[in-house]
C-alpha cells in the first residue's frame, strides 16, 4: 500500500498492486523530510518557537509575494482567521451568508455574536447567488460573508456593488482558494478581507494554519494585534484578542511548501482534464467547470449526480466505498440543516432550493497530487458503469 501511493503520476507499471489500494478524498503533500530537517534545527538552536518568530515573519512576507496580495496575517487555522476577521471588520447584527460550505463559516459568525442569513446559491459556481443578496438585506444587516467554494470564485464585482450600495463589510471565506486567480488577478484581493485555510486537506498545508490578507496596513494591525491577546507592543493589552497565532514549526514548514504547491496544482490539473475526459458523456454525471478567465487550484472534483440516473449519488458514494474509495459527499447536510441553525427564518428549505438540490447530488472525487492515473480511470470506471 505504501509503495503505491509513493508511486509517481502517470501510468503505473503495476496497476493489480494500484486496484488494493485504499484511496482517500485528499492527501497532504509533504516536502522532502531532509529538506525539512535544517529548519527544524534552526528553530532547536535558537528556541524561539512562537510569537512572531523570524520563520514567521519570512512567511508571511512570502505568502504577500506568492498570492499578491497587499498584507497577510498568519493565524492558527481558517476559523480562527474567520472569526478574527469578522470581529475587526464587522459590528454585529445579521451577517448574510451561505448554506453551502464547512460548517467553520458560520460557526465564526456564531463566536462573534452575529446572526448567520442565509442565502441561496448558483446552480454552477454553487456560490452565494448575488440576485437573492439584496432581498435578504435588513436593517440589522452588517456584513456579507461569502465562500468561494471548492476555489471557484464568487461574482465579486456584483457582490462589491450590492455591499457599497448598502455599507456592508465584505470578508470572503477564501478557505479553499489559496492562489486562485481571475483575469490574471488574485481573488484573495476582494472585499475587505479574505481568510484562507492552510490545513492538511487543503491544497497548501502547513499541518494546521491559514492566513488573513487584508487591504490595508491598519486592518492588518488590529488583526495582528486580536491574535496576539490585544497586546498593542509595549502599550500593553489595549482591546479583546485571542491566541491564534502560528508557530515558527508550522510557518518553517510553509516556507518549503511554497516551493512545492505549484507543481502539486499542475498534477491537479492533470488530474481534473482526465477526470472530465472520462467522465465526458457519462448518462446523468456532470462535471461543473469554473467560469472562463478564472485559473483555479483544483483543490476539489465535484460530479453532480442526476437524481433520474438508474444509480443516484449515493449509490455510487456507496460502490466507490466497497472498493475502498472515499469521496465525500461536501457539503451535505447543508448548514442551514444543521440543529442549531435550522431553526432560523432564512434555514427554511424552501428559501434555498439550490443549495438543497446541490448537497443532494454532489459527490467529491479524490484529487491530490499522489493520485495516479491508473487511479483516477479505476475511479472513473466504476463511476460509467454504474
Ligand atoms: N471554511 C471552509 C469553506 C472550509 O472548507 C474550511 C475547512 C474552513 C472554513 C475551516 O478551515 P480550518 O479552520 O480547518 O483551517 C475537512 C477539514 O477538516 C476542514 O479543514 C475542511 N474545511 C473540510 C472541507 O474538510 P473532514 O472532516 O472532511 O476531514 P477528514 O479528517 O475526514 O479528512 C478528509 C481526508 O483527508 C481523510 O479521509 C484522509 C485525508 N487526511 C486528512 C487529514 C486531516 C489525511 O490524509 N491526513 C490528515 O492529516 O473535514
Avoid at 459527490?363 to 492515473?373: A, F, V, Y
Wanted: hydrophobic share 40%; aromatic share 6%.
Amino acid at each position: 500500500m505504501q509503495e503505491a501511493h509513493n508511486a509517481g503520476p502517470g501510468d503505473d507499471p503495476d496497476s493489480t498492486m494500484q486496484s488494493r489500494v485504499s484511496i482517500q478524498v485528499t492527501r497532504p503533500s509533504l516536502p522532502p523530510l531532509a529538506e525539512f530537517m535544517p529548519l527544524l534545527e534552526e528553530i532547536w538552536e535558537s528556541r524561539i518557537l512562537t510569537n512572531g518568530g523570524p520563520f514567521h515573519e519570512r512567511l508571511e512576507a512570502a505568502l504577500c509575494d506568492h498570492l499578491d496580495v497587499a498584507h497577510a496575517s498568519l493565524v492558527t487555522n481558517c476559523t480562527l482567521g474567520l472569526i478574527l476577521a469578522l470581529h475587526v471588520l464587522g459590528d454585529g447584527g445579521e451577517v448574510i451568508t451561505t448554506p453551502y460550505s464547512y460548517v467553520a463559516t458560520t460557526q465564526a459568525l456564531q463566536w462573534n455574536g452575529m446572526t448567520p442569513v442565509f442565502v441561496d446559491i448558483e446552480p454552477d459556481t454553487f456560490n452565494l447567488d448575488p440576485d437573492r443578496i439584496e432581498a435578504a438585506i435588513t436593517p440589522r444587516t452588517t456584513a456579507i460573508l461569502p465562500v468561494h467554494c471548492y476555489g471557484v470564485p464568487c461574482d465579486v464585482q456584483a457582490i462589491r456593488t450590492i455591499a457599497d450600495k448598502h455599507g456592508l463589510a465584505v470578508i470572503y471565506d477564501a478557505a479553499q482558494a489559496f492562489g486562485v486567480r481571475r483575469g490574471g488577478d488574485s481573488i484573495l484581493r476582494q472585499g475587505d478581507a479574505s481568510t484562507v485555510s492552510f490545513h492538511a486537506t487543503k491544497v497548501f498545508n502547513t499541518f494546521e494554519g491559514g492566513v488573513v490578507v487584508c487591504r490595508d496596513a491598519d486592518t492588518k494591525a488590529r488583526i495582528d494585534r486580536a491574535r496576539n491577546f490585544g497586546v498593542a507592543g509595549a502599550s500593553g493589552v489595549v482591546s479583546a484578542g485571542l491566541n491564534a497565532k502560528l508557530s515558527e514549526f508550522n510557518a518553517a514548514l510553509g516556507l518549503l511548501q511554497l516551493k512545492h504547491v505549484e507543481a502539486g496544482i499542475v498534477r491537479r490539473r492533470e488530474i481534473d482534464g482526465l477526470y472530465r475526459r472520462r467522465l465526458e458523456g457519462c448518462l446523468g454525471i456532470r462535471c461543473p467547470a469554473p467560469p472562463p478567465g478564472v485559473t483555479t487550484n483544483h483543490s476539489y472534483f465535484p460530479i453532480l449526480c442526476d437524481p433520474g440516473r438508474a444509480e443516484g449519488r449515493d449509490a455510487i458514494h456507496a460502490r466507490l466505498a466497497d472498493n475502498d474509495i472515499h469521496a465525500r459527499r461536501y457539503f451535505h447536510p447543508l448548514i442551514s440543516e444543521l440543529p442549531m441553525y435550522r431553526i432560523l427564518a432564512s434555514a427554511g428549505r424552501q428559501n434555498l432550493p439550490v443549495a438543497h438540490r446541490i448537497a443532494d447530488t454532489v459527490l467529491c472525487l479524490p484529487i491530490h497530487p499522489d493520485l495516479t492515473d491508473t487511479m483516477v480511470h479505476r475511479i472513473a470506471d466504476l463511476i460509467v458503469s454504474a
